[in-house]
């Protein structure tokens, strides 16, 4: 399967690949509510990074191991026909110049992002040099729309629980960015939208309210997960931390919120509007 994954069209590959509407109402659990997390479901199911040797690679499996997924950065242009989103993609370090971003601090942002959800859940990140190939690929939109979006596409065939393919991340060019929250809601910090889009790509939605980092709004109140990030992580992939499982988990309010100035600002991974 890992041979055929990378071989075929690319248009094979993303065949799968479906729009992602925010926010779906339908199939949140009770326990998603009260956790504060919402699980993404394409096309009615649920989808995931695979382990090793996990329910859905292939036979021999026994114990979980946890999936191992690389990312990578654009490096030259890419398309992806049929992604809803993120279908061109362009080298992101030209996005963070624009900026007064380097490179470095963009990649260690990046790497602050994929920790969070590390440290959350039984899932492991690499970062590879060679997109092509890579799980997970960050790019600078080819044309650039909203701030940040997500593409999921998942693997052919699967039951109640699907292995996602790759995901994709591009970022709005256009947009200016930073490192850090200043108040400015209007520009985006890179390590919070990334863990954001991360979220989206190991298989979470936005939950209601405005609390968690997977809600749809951007805030500048923590650069953490929440209890119902790391809660929605760990229901896909194991918690990585005892206290997670058992632990005092709360849920999320809704008002928040209040106080903050608030302009409606998008972490989407639905349709660009
Ligand atoms: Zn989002």
Redesign the pocket.
């Known amino acids: 399967m890992t041979a055929r994954r990378f071989a075929g069209s690319l248009s094979a590959l993303l065949v799968a690949a479906i729009m992602l509407q925010?926010p779906a109402t339908a199939g949140e659990s009770e326990a998603e509510r009260y956790l504060g997390f919402r699980l993404l479901e394409l096309d009615g199911a649920g989808v995931k990074w695979a382990g090793r040797h996990d329910g859905l690679s292939p036979a021999g499996a026994t114990a979980a191991e946890a999936p191992r997924v690389t990312y990578a950065f654009a490096t030259a242009p890419m398309t992806f026909p049929g992604a809803r989103n993120c279908a061109g993609l362009v080298p992101v370090e030209p996005l963070a110049a624009r900026s007064g971003i380097a490179p470095e601090a963009l990649k260690t942002e990046a790497r602050a992002a994929f920790d969070m959800w590390e440290s959350a859940a039984r899932i492991e990140f690499v970062e590879t040099a060679n997109a092509d190939r890579a799980d997970i690929v960050i790019g600078a939109q080819a044309e650039p729309t909203g701030h940040a979006f997500?593409n999921v596409a998942y693997e052919p065939g699967g039951g109640a629980e699907r292995r996602i393919e790759r995901s994709l991340i591009c970022l709005n060019p256009m947009k200016r960015w930073k490192i850090g929250f200043d108040g400015n809601l209007a520009v985006y910090d890179l390590r919070y939208t990334l863990a954001?889009?991360i979220g989206?790509a190991i298989g979470l939605d936005?939950p209601d309210g405005n609390s968690a980092l997977?809600s749809?709004r951007y805030r500048e109140g923590s650069r953490h997960l929440t209890p119902g990030d790391m809660a929605g992580a760990a229901a896909l992939y194991g918690p990585r931390m005892p206290s997670i499982e058992t632990g005092t988990v709360t849920a999320p309010t809704r008002n928040g919120d209040a106080g903050e100035p608030a302009p409606p600002s998008e972490?989407?991974?639905g349709q660009p509007r």
Request: aromatic share 10%.
């Open positions: 925010a997500t954001h889009e989206h936005h997977m749809f972490l989407a991974i």
